[in-house]
């Protein structure tokens, strides 16, 4: 077995359960593990810390696996933290309403790199660390024999994964893949998905709970909905009985079956505007127009995937919040997202607050919105929250 020794003082945030090795703290290593593999991870004594996959090409040098010296890191192993993570699933998701939900969530699920979505009976998986694509068999293994499974699909083709030394790759993995685009429900709207060539898997689960707080709260309304990809929030806040519900997003593809979706919920089209467009200059249009809404949906997509791009992210997020209140009557609700990884809570907060300022709205906090529970956040890895939303209500 591989030895990878960390430096004196480098094993604090292994201790405190944090599952990422960096380079900088690994010290030598002893003898010669292949991409992927399982290494034994010590302190500069030699003394055992953690089992971890070795990734010779990434910064993560290791992922840490378990702290459990006795653990045997194979397929019984997987199955074990599989069966964890859909024990949360099954608690946390009503499978009568909703039948596409995250099934596992990478190393908040304590599972790091793997990504599995469900889209009824096909699961979709997306293989983001060698560690796993080291494990890959077993588990696609593991997953086939998980009940009310026909199909698993891998959606691996994001460029992280040539940090970790991977190719992009995509195609069935098992069984046969379901006439696309599937119908899956999501609190008992129904939604089409590709996940073959839909953005992400091809659906933003992560907003199913943000979504239905739209329909809560969108009776009688008029409500923009920018950045609206397939419709998720149109078609929930025509559920809650919105008086009418602008949509505008940048793909085509995207806005085409956000009006087949409508379609399919029954939805009053009548009540429905549609915008191919690029939202921060439809918004100025609107503007120029004296357009204005009882409720404005900002949801783009990452600007910041690190904190590397967080100014000039911030930049982008600030100009359309800025926008999005002055387009919003006085006592109208702003919700406005950021999935910028490199953009934290308090930071996001603070540029909304600035657009507030330059806006020369007079806004409040209502509610503070994230992820929904199938996407948790492992305590040890706060880097697994990336969704931040705030309900703004402005006073005039
Ligand atoms: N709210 C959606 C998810 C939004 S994802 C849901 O609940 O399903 C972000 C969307 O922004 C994508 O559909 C993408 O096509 C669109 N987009 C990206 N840049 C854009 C731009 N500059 N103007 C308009 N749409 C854009």
């Not at 960390?6 to 703290?25: M, N, T, V």
């Not at 030598?28 to 991409?35: C, F, I, P, V």
């Not at 019984?76 to 933290?81: E, L, P, S, T, Y």
């Not at 596409?100 to 304590?110: G, K, T, V």
């Amino acid at each position: 077995m591989t030895q990878m020794m960390l430096k004196k003082g480098r094993e604090k945030a292994i201790l405190r359960r944090h599952p990422w090795i960096f380079s900088g703290a690994v010290g030598s290593m002893e003898g010669s593990a292949k991409l992927g593999e399982t290494v034994s991870v010590c302190d500069f004594q030699g003394k055992f810390l953690a089992w971890g996959a070795y990734s010779p090409n990434s910064q993560i040098r290791a992922r840490i696996w378990s702290w459990d010296e006795a653990q045997d890191i194979g397929p019984v192993f997987f199955r074990m933290r599989i069966d964890q993570a859909l024990k949360l699933r099954s608690e946390c998701i009503n499978t009568e309403k909703t039948s596409a939900y995250r099934l596992i969530h990478a190393e908040s699920d304590n599972l790091p790199g793997l990504i599995v979505d469900r889209y009824n009976r096909t699961l979709v998986v997306q293989i983001l660390s060698a560690g796993i694509e080291y494990w890959r068999d077993e588990i696609v293994q593991i997953l086939a024999k998980l009940p009310d499974v026909d199909c698993i699909y891998e959606r691996s083709d994001v460029s992280v994964r040539e940090l970790e030394g991977l190719p992009q790759r995509t195609g069935v993995l098992m069984g046969e893949l379901p006439q696309q685009p599937i119908t899956i429900q999501e609190n008992e709207l129904k939604f089409l998905v590709d996940p073959t060539t839909g953005q992400k898997t091809g659906f933003y689960l992560d907003q199913r709970d943000n979504r239905q707080f739209c329909r809560q709260v969108s009776g009688e309304k008029s409500i923009l909905n920018c950045f609206s990809y397939t419709g998720g929030f149109t078609v929930y806040a025509l559920a809650g009985g919105a008086q009418s519900v602008l949509s505008i997003d940048s793909s085509e593809d995207a806005i085409q079956t956000a009006q087949e979706n409508v379609a399919l919920n029954q939805g009053d089209p009548k009540r429905c505007d549609w915008i191919v467009g690029d939202v921060f200059s439809e918004l100025r249009t609107l503007r120029d127009r004296g357009q204005s809404f009882d409720m404005v949906i900002l949801d783009p997509p990452k600007f910041a995937p690190t904190a590397a791009q967080a100014k000039q992210a911030a930049r982008g997020y600030k100009d359309i919040n800025l926008l999005g209140l002055k387009l919003l009557k006085p006592g109208g609700l702003l919700m406005t997202f950021s999935c910028s990884g490199g953009i934290d809570a308090n930071f996001f907060q603070k540029i909304v607050a600035d657009a507030a300022l330059d806006a020369g709205a007079d806004a409040q906090i209502l509610y503070r919105l994230g992820q929904a529970p199938d996407h948790p956040t492992h305590l040890s890895f706060p880097e697994g929250t990336y969704l931040k939303g705030l309900v703004c209500r402005k006073l005039a």
